[in-house]
């Protein structure tokens, strides 16, 4: 984003957000510290006002923003959106850009990219191919570029950002926190963005529960170490710690393992979620998270638990962080 993007991005990444998020593309946690990510929730405690309590507010009025999803999404595209209009604002929704866009007939990425910046204050992309969201960003010079999911082995910024609101809502804390995070941490984008934003708090403690196949890849089990998160990596639901702050599970990515289903059929759920599980091993304080889409690795019967958060807070907080973020990023508040 802007004619200075290139001298102003850092050659260790996109550019920090350093309690400034004005016209700044969103692209990785890594953006982030502890000062932005408090002004960010800060503001969502406000927009969480306005939504629930129907309160007209136009901080976003005259302000328009693509969503181009080339893959499927419920809860981000769907709260994006709503995330907009909730503050005056407008989107263009371009679903499926590979059979209802140029795209179908053979249109670059980059093409894409320059016609919609045209119509646009702000773009909001999910791409299948990791790395397309940095290559969009420097296509994109005149609005700023929110990535919504980078492939498989990328990252999942608002995801990670909604996350980490959640458990400081229900922890009050970031730091000095244990949790469990489980199912695919090869090709689940949303645990790279939270781990990196835990790894901004000292004293947390991660177990890592996934089969071996779909384990954290060594550069980033490296990487965040390196930073200070304490990682176990655990391949049995007896070695979850009793009485952790949180449990973040995940599903497998199918749609990653299409040449190899039968590596897919082998480890899809492989740990489930069940009401026993759960009275075994969590505290009574412990708060069950998911990203969704569940697709089986958490039974039915656990909705109803207390301690389940993924249907309730985690779905609403995803549009408030939204909120907050268009809002400061836009520039109007
Ligand atoms: C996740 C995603 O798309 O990465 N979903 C989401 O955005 N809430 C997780 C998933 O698809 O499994």
Not at 90 to 113: M, N, R, W
Not at 196 to 217: D, Q, T
Request: some cysteine.
């Amino acid at each position: 984003m802007t004619s200075l993007h290139e001298q102003q991005r850092p050659l260790s990444g996109p550019e920090k957000i350093n309690g400034n998020f004005r016209g700044k593309d969103i692209l990785s946690m890594d953006q982030f510290d502890t000062r932005s990510l408090n002004l960010l929730f800060d503001v969502t405690r406000n927009m969480r006002e306005i939504a629930v309590n129907a309160e007209p507010c136009d901080v976003l009025k005259g302000k328009q923003a693509v969503l181009l999803f080339y893959e499927p999404s419920s809860r981000t595209r769907g709260s994006f959106d709503a995330a907009m209009k909730q503050l005056g604002g407008q989107t263009i929704v371009i679903e499926d850009p590979q059979h209802f866009s140029s795209v179908a007939k053979g249109e670059t990425l980059e093409d894409t990219i320059r016609t919609f910046e045209a119509y646009s204050d702000l773009i909001v992309l999910r791409h299948d191919k990791t790395g397309s969201l940095q290559k969009a960003a420097d296509i994109a010079e005149s609005v700023p570029l929110v990535n919504a999911g980078d492939g498989g082995q990328g990252e999942h910024p608002t995801q990670g950002l909604l996350d980490l609101y959640t458990i400081n809502q229900h922890t009050e804390r970031l730091d000095n926190l244990t949790g469990v995070i489980a199912g695919d941490l090869l090709m689940g984008r949303t645990v790279k963005s939270l781990i990196r934003g835990l790894a901004l708090y000292p004293g947390n403690r991660l177990f890592l529960l996934s089969p071996e196949k779909i384990r954290l890849p060594r550069e980033d089990f490296e990487e965040f170490s390196r930073r200070g998160v304490e990682l176990t990596e655990i391949d049995n639901t007896e070695d979850i710690p009793p009485d952790t702050d949180f449990w973040y599970w995940t599903r497998v990515q199918k749609e990653r393992y299409l040449d190899n289903l039968e590596e897919y059929e082998e480890v899809k759920n492989r740990f489930v979620v069940n009401q026993e599980l759960l009275d075994r091993y969590a505290g009574e304080k412990t708060i069950l998270m998911h990203p969704l889409p569940r697709v089986g690795e958490i039974t039915e019967e656990v909705d109803k638990d207390k301690r389940a958060v993924y249907l309730e807070s985690q779905i609403r907080n995803g549009m408030y962080v939204r909120m907050a973020l268009l809002s400061l990023v836009l520039g109007k508040i």
